[in-house]
């Protein structure tokens, strides 16, 4: 279909193009999810959505905002940069994201506590492992 002179295109493309330019325009909160119209979505909507989609998936119920926590943990996980993960949870500070989003998974403080346990009982094979008197501890 051709353009009319006004600029305003006619179609489903034309219409999805001018709901981008809506929702991005919204009402200048820099929102990321927004109804149709470009507008706040109320959160039991959000959430009822959301619900639907788990059902239909067949996944495990969880929150809406339980998803940033996922997200916040995955990307530690895989060795992102704290300021990195900062900045995808919009936070103001390292500290908050590190503090609140972030957690040690049980896996990873087995692995911690296992290494110890090691360096105890002078099973460690690194250039520093230094078993002290027959790999007895004793007092400094």
């Not at 109320?42 to 905002?65: D, G, T």
């Not at 530690?76 to 995808?88: K, N, S």
């Not at 972030?102 to 360096?119: C, E, H, K, N």
């Amino acid at each position: 279909m051709a353009k009319t002179g006004s600029g305003g295109g006619h179609g489903p493309p034309a219409r999805a193009a001018r709901r981008r330019r809506a929702a991005l325009k919204g009402t200048g909160q820099g929102l990321v999810f927004t109804t149709k119209n470009g507008t706040p979505i109320e959160p039991r909507n959000l959430n009822r959505s959301f619900e639907a989609l788990c059902a239909r998936a067949a996944v495990r119920k969880v929150r809406f905002h339980d998803l940033r926590h996922t997200c916040a943990s995955l990307l530690h996980e895989q060795g992102a940069d704290p300021r990195m993960i900062m900045e995808v949870l919009g936070h103001s500070s390292i500290r908050v994201t590190m503090d609140i989003y972030t957690f040690v998974r049980l896996d990873s403080q087995r692995s911690a506590f296992d290494r110890v346990g090691d360096v105890l009982r002078g099973d460690g094979n690194g250039p520093n492992d230094d078993d002290g008197a027959n790999g007895a501890l004793s007092a400094v």
